[in-house]
């Protein structure tokens, strides 16, 4: 199977790069914006065509949250017409398609875990270029197609929460972190592989959304407080509530994802987000 991952110098991308060596059935095409400009649709599809691509993974995204307030013509370019046109591109040459979503599509008003079922309201312009994308999709409905929706995204590649912890404990004694935003942290390759296992095994006559995070819950004050301790850092970390760290955009006070779908559907088991954690930084 040729499988076409798009934004393949993010995170997400980098970790199936790094894993397609234990699928020797599937074959990655590996493109960044550069390589690729799936912002011009008949671009895309002669890509596809050309390379008689079975599978498109979308990774490529605006992840800046901030500012996407201030661009959110780019956000929405990428996180919304981008999408769209692979979803044409899919619906046209019967591609699967796996595009990645995120837990800002809510508002954080809930205090159970979010069903893909469950209203969407983001708070902010990423979350809605975000949910732009998933519209369209939806509108389109590519068979043997799905979004799938995750949160608080890391790994030992690109930029993130964990490296900055990392970085910052080593040049301040203490440091500030909210406590008050409630998710799970998502290592960037227990998700890679997750998606790389179930390509052969999507099968359905619509798209089909599915969330997809780590198991557990935390602040971002435990994430920060569990990663110094795992790498063993002296840096102090100090809760504050939100109302104290001013941000752009406003993120969802909780945004945690319930994942008994895709566990159900695919058989899966999902690590536990301190196992997951761990490997990442002891791995790195």
């Known amino acids: 199977m040729n499988i076409l991952i798009t934004g393949s110098k993010g995170q997400l991308g ?3 790069e790094n894993l397609g060596h234990q699928f020797p059935d599937l074959n990655l095409f590996c493109t960044d914006k550069f390589s690729l400009n799936i912002l011009n649709l008949e671009e895309a599809e002669q890509y596809v065509l050309k390379n008689k691509i079975d599978v498109v993974v979308n990774c ?5 949250v901030n500012k996407a307030e201030e661009e959110f013509k780019m956000a929405d370019e990428v996180n919304h017409l981008a999408v769209r046109n692979l979803g044409l591109i899919a619906k046209r040459h019967n591609i699967k398609l796996i595009h990645i979503s995120t837990d800002y599509v809510f508002d954080g008003n809930s205090s159970i875990p979010y069903k893909e079922t469950d209203a969407t309201n983001p708070q902010n312009a990423y979350g809605v270029s975000k949910l732009n994308g998933e519209k369209a ?3 389109i409905n590519p068979k043997n197609s799905m979004i799938i929706r995750t949160s608080w995204l890391y790994s030992e590649f690109g930029n993130n929460f964990v490296k900055s912890m990392l970085k910052l404990s080593k040049e301040k004694e203490s440091i500030t972190v909210v406590s008050d935003q409630i998710g799970s942290p998502t290592y960037a390759k227990d998700l890679a592989l997750t998606i790389l296992q179930i390509i052969p095994e999507i099968n359905s006559d619509d798209l089909q ?5 780590n198991k557990g819950q935390c602040s971002w004050f435990d994430f920060a407080s569990a990663i110094m301790k795992i790498s063993q850092q002296n840096c102090e970390v100090l809760p ?6 001013k941000t752009k955009a406003k993120r969802p006070k909780y945004s945690l994802l319930n994942t008994d779908k895709i566990q159900h559907t695919f058989n899966l088991e999902i690590p536990n987000w301190e196992d997951a954690l761990r490997e990442c930084i002891l791995k790195g």
């Not at 490529?60 to 800046?64: F, I, P, S």
């Open 209 to 213: 959304i599915y969330h997809y995070a």
């Open 240 to 245: 504050i509530p939100s109302s104290a760290f």
């Open 137 to 139: 999709l939806l509108e």
């Open 60 to 64: 490529a995204a605006y992840t800046d």
């Open 14 to 16: 980098l970790e199936l």
